[in-house]
Each structure stands twice: as structure tokens, then as C-alpha cells.
């Protein structure tokens, strides 16, 4: 192990303490809304039940899951859902809701750089969904997990937060985050979550930028052929400070004279 590796692996751990810690916070909160999900709500905003398609009878992995609502909501749909983060406290509960919904997803305690060694096999769709790759120091890696996971011709869905939506310091508005990956991370300590801003809870976290140009490039370097692009002018979530609401579960950071993307989608098929 290089001394990259160790030093990640120390970030990874202070990481998924903290994430740890956001679990039993987020659960009881407004913004994930548990309750209402156990009695049917559906997770996945429009964004994803526009744009998906079909996932009935399809095997799909879901990466950095958190408590595994979304995984859920698509085995509701039909999905045979496996999901994966690497907070242990995240897939104890998201193994709760499975067994209150008497559904039949698989939940794993995993770094996504890890999850080919968990021999899952090979799936129809791989997806990820918003405030995931931040957490990720390497692409390269990713996109490689993500290639080996799938069969050919199948599907790798993203949407995510746009790169340049996270240059801003949503307080500020000023920009204060690189849009190039610097290979070190910005190291942050934080009072309460997006899902409870109210909290006191403190929380350190460690986060990298990546680029359209990075993301894009380790898709094609193994072999995924981009089919959909498109960048989205709102937010699903009010998950930033300063965010004004456009309409129903849509929500613009807005800057003077300026209009921003917010979500970074991309379709991409296994070669």
C-alpha cells in the first residue's frame, strides 16, 4: 500500500465516522421523512422516475446507498436492489427498512473501491445518485468498479450535484472550491446536516473535486459509451444554504446575473 493509499485510508475512516453519526440524525428527520416513506412514498425524485426507464426485473447495484432508501424504492419498482455504502451504522438500518417492507434487497458494508472483491457478479443497471463522488479521492478507480459490474450493454446511471454548483460557499456565495481535483481533499468541520440544519452534532469530513472532464474521461477509459448527457438547471433537494424554491421539490442556488447547472446526469452503456 502506497502512501497515498494509507493517507486516503485515514480520510475514509474519519469519513464514515461521521457518516455514522449522520444515520441516526438523518432517520428521524423532515427531509428523509421515514414515515411517510414505510407508508409508500417513493424516494427517488423526478429527476430519476423521469429519466431511469424501466428497472422491473432488472439486477441493480446502488452505490453509496446511505440507508438504502432509494434502493428500496426501486425494488418497489420492480428492481432486484443490492446496495452498498461504507457507513456500518447506514447499512444496519437500510437492512431494517428491508425487513419492515419485507422486500428483498441485499445491503453490504463496503468502500466503493471494494466492492469487487464482495463477488456480487455482474448487474443490468449500476446507480448513484447525489453528494457521492465528493467523497471519492480517485475516478479512476470508480469508473473501473463500475465497468467490472456490469454486463455488456448494461446501464451506469448518474446524477449527481454539477461541479460548478460545488464552487460556491452557499453562504457567501463567493466561489471558494477548486473545479479541478487537486488531489488532496478539503478538510471541513461542520455543525449539523443537510437533513437537520438545527443540529448541533459536529462533524469533520474530508471531500475532493472532480471535474466534467475527469468524470467523463475514466467513463470512456473503460469502456462505458455515454449515450445521455445533460446538465439541470435546479435542485431536487433544498440541501444548500440559500437556495430559493422555483417549485414543487425544485430549488435554484441562485448568483446575480447568472444562471447555474445544478445536476450532472449521464446515461452510460457497458461496451
Known sequence: MTDNRILDQTYFDENIESWDKRVSIHEKSAFYDVDGFLKGLNSLTEIEQTELGDVSEKRLLHLQCHFGMDTLSLARLGAHGVGIDFSREAILKARQLNEQLKLNCSFYESNVYDVLSLGLGLFDIVFTSYGTICWLPDLDQWAYVISKSLHKNGMFYFADFHPLLYLFDFNSKEIKYSYYNLNK?????????????????????????HSIDEIISVLLKYKLEIKEFREIDYSPYNCFPNMNQIGKNRFRFEIEHTRLPHVLLIKAYKK
Open 185 to 209: 481533499p478539503y478538510t471541513e468541520i461542520d455543525t449539523g446536516t443537510y437533513a437537520d440544519t438545527k443540529n448541533q452534532s459536529i462533524f469533520k469530513s474530508h471531500s475532493w473535486s
